[in-house]
């Protein structure tokens, strides 16, 4: 389903990360099955002549020998260990000095965090190499204070990494909610902070072990390694200080520049293919469209008189245990001139479905199949460029919370003249901007107010700006998600009356997105009353609103007062939508159905065809139904 799985068989399907485990995996053997890899003791004294010293290589000395008259190729192996313990050990530290500052920083963000944030500054701004040198210079050159001076001098950029990352969940819904809930703060650290902060201090922590064996080997080539011990910056720097040079002894260079560089380059490699599997949201933008992985075929012959046909759409999230279907088999059509209401309440996949046709998801989530029919046009198939084109130009969207969707630094006038000028590259400024005030007077706000930014506006006119953004290039299809939510009831009601007359006047077609039946029935034509990610009925709004099949349309209109019977008592539906994690395996409407029945609990219901549309509910399929049949 998800083409991202998670964990090792996630990691086993990114070549250039297997690639870096590859190599990785060689040095680790390498350094630990040393005393049985290396042909000499690279430790051992032995008697020299001159003739032994940078005896070039020969069936002996694979890699010839050094200035010591030592076996290359041994002291290579041996190195191998002195540098990938400093890596890792160093890069240890690294991450729980600077995790813990940076959690810190990010989660008390008021003195603490300024203070914890300028220890990390001033660390920052210390060149780390001048300061490693007199370090090591000072507390001496064993390998454990030059481990000890690499991790503490290396933790500064995982500090400020976790930081905003730590800032950026601190901010986030649910974070607020368990802060609401009363759960303290060690609870709402390792519970909710700690597990969407690993991943990315996880990855960045391989990145680290390279600059942790960077600078070992530099530390070692300068002559502030361990003298007593073998590593790959000591070799280059023996290498270099006696006579490697000028004797032409290139065996006794090349071999550890070359090693140092093979495991930089895998932990690098590693590093960023754990990047893009734990945090997919740093390859990719909300806008974007997402990965074509539909499997229906393609090639389906368009319908006379449909703009907008949705077919089969199934969309899937990418969830800590694998793929979560949002929307599934969710299929209708938008008829030219026509309008289509999806209502539902939240959670049921409304936004989602008008998002996945568009091609629009949040990062994580795709089309997995189906198929999204513009005027015969595949937008499930279609390429990105190609799709960025017709954005706009056939089908516009009115997204939810105007101020949100506005920028704030921009006059109104501005971002119209943007969307007309990035579709139309031939059309001049005073002509686009001439256009803005048309728009602008078309959706009733004053043309002199091109010049206002969002913030000068009142909620209704900004939204009124939204319309007249989204009518900049004379689209097709209108999808409008929550045209009218958080306004007061008297703009709601002129916002919808401004979308009929912008409907009638330019017989664009719309789907409109609403929780509210009230919204339904006064600007649709057709509905689609979406449960649980799937269609639970649909058909013409006169229809299904005067004799709705399905239980769920049913308790909906219950639940709505109407100004024909106001004495009528109003119902509430008991429970909630089902969780994405948690769909029941029936029917998804089974645990909060009055007429549910064994049936509904083990079988998904099919569409069945009915008096007034289609409606996904196994009561229509009782032989007392006469006349319907499944679809
Ligand atoms: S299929 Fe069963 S549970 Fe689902 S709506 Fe119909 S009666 Fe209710």
Not at 161 to 189: C, I, N
Not at 507 to 520: F, I, K
Not at 561 to 589: M, Q, Y
Not at 593 to 609: G, K, M, Q, T
Request: proline letters at 6%.
């Amino acid at each position: 389903m998800s083409d991202r799985p998670r964990g090792f068989r996630g990691f086993r399907r990114h070549r250039l990360g297997m690639i870096g485990l590859a190599m990785l995996g060689i040095a680790v053997v390498v350094a630990f099955v040393a005393p049985l890899l290396a042909p000499y003791d690279p430790y051992a004294n032995v008697t020299i002549t001159i003739a032994d010293i940078f005896q070039p290589p020969s069936g002996s000395h694979l890699l010839g020998t050094d200035d010591g008259a030592k076996d290359v190729l041994s002291a290579l192996i041996y190195g191998a260990r002195v540098s990938l313990i400093v890596g890792f050990a160093g890069a240890i530290i690294s991450m729980l000095v600077g995790g813990t500052m940076g959690l810190i920083a990010g989660y008390r963000a008021g003195w603490l965090g300024q203070v914890l944030m300028r220890i990390t500054d001033f660390f920052l701004v210390i060149p780390d190499l001048a300061l490693l040198i007199v370090l090591v210079a000072i507390v001496g050159q064993s390998l454990r204070n030059i481990i000890l001076a690499i991790g503490l001098l290396g933790w500064t950029g995982t500090a400020r990494l976790v930081r905003s990352q730590t800032l950026s969940v601190r901010e986030r819904k649910f974070v607020l909610r368990a802060k609401a809930m009363g759960a303290g703060d060690w609870y709402m650290l390792r519970r909710h902070v700690i597990p969407q902060v690993l991943p990315l201090m996880l990855a960045n922590t391989v990145l680290v072990v390279s600059l942790a064996i960077i600078s070992e080997s530099t530390l070692a080539f300068l002559g502030l390694g361990d003298p007593r011990l073998i590593s790959w910056g000591q070799m280059l720097n023996l290498g270099f200080t006696r006579g490697a040079v000028s004797a032409g002894a290139w065996w006794a260079i090349i071999p550890p520049g070359l090693a140092i560089v093979w495991v930089v380059l895998s932990v690098t490699l590693i590093g960023t293919a754990l990047e893009d599997l734990l945090n997919p949201k740093l390859t990719r933008h909300h806008l974007e469209p997402e990965e074509i992985v539909a499997t229906s075929p393609s090639g389906a012959q368009p319908v006379e008189d449909v703009l907008l046909d949705v077919r089969d759409l199934t969309v899937a999230f990418e969830g800590e245990q694998g793929p979560l279907i949002a929307v599934e088999n969710v299929s209708f059509e938008v008829g030219r001139g026509r309008v289509v209401g999806i209502v539902g309440e939240s959670g049921c996949g409304k936004t989602t479905t008008v998002l996945g046709a568009l091609r629009l998801l949040a990062p994580g989530g795709k089309i997995v199949d189906g198929q999204v029919l513009l005027d015969g046009l595949d937008l499930s198939r279609m390429e990105p460029d190609e799709l960025r084109r017709l954005r706009w130009d056939r089908v516009a969207i009115v997204f939810q919370g105007a101020m949100n969707a506005l920028n704030p630094v921009r006059t109104i006038g501005s971002q119209i003249v943007e969307v007309i000028r990035t579709h139309d590259g031939d059309i001049t400024k005073d002509t686009a901007r001439a256009r803005a005030g048309d728009l602008l007077e078309m959706v009733g706000i004053p043309r002199r107010r091109v010049r206002a930014h969002p913030h000068e506006l009142s909620g209704g006119m900004r939204q009124r700006a939204m319309i007249a953004l989204a009518l900049a290039c004379e689209p097709d299809l209108i999808i409008a998600d929550e045209p009218t939510t958080a306004l007061d009831v008297m703009t709601q009601a002129q916002i919808l009356e401004l979308l009929e007359d912008l409907q009638e006047q330019l017989g664009v077609s719309m789907v409109v997105v609403t929780h509210d039946l009230g919204v339904v029935n006064d600007a649709c034509d057709d509905v689609v009353v979406m449960y649980g990610g799937r269609v639970a009925e649909k058909g013409p709004v006169a229809r299904v609103f005067r004799e709705p099949q399905h239980p769920y349309t049913r308790l909906l209109l219950d639940a709505f007062p109407t100004i024909e019977d106001p004495g009528r008592p109003l119902v509430s539906i008991p429970g909630a939508p089902p969780r994405l994690s948690d769909l029941p395996p029936g029917c998804r409407f089974a645990p909060r159905c009055p007429s549910a029945f064994e049936r509904c609990h083990e079988e998904l219901p099919p569409l069945y065809v009915t008096r007034s549309g289609e409606a996904s509910c196994f009561l229509l399929a009782e032989p007392a139904f006469a006349g319907d049949e499944g679809v």
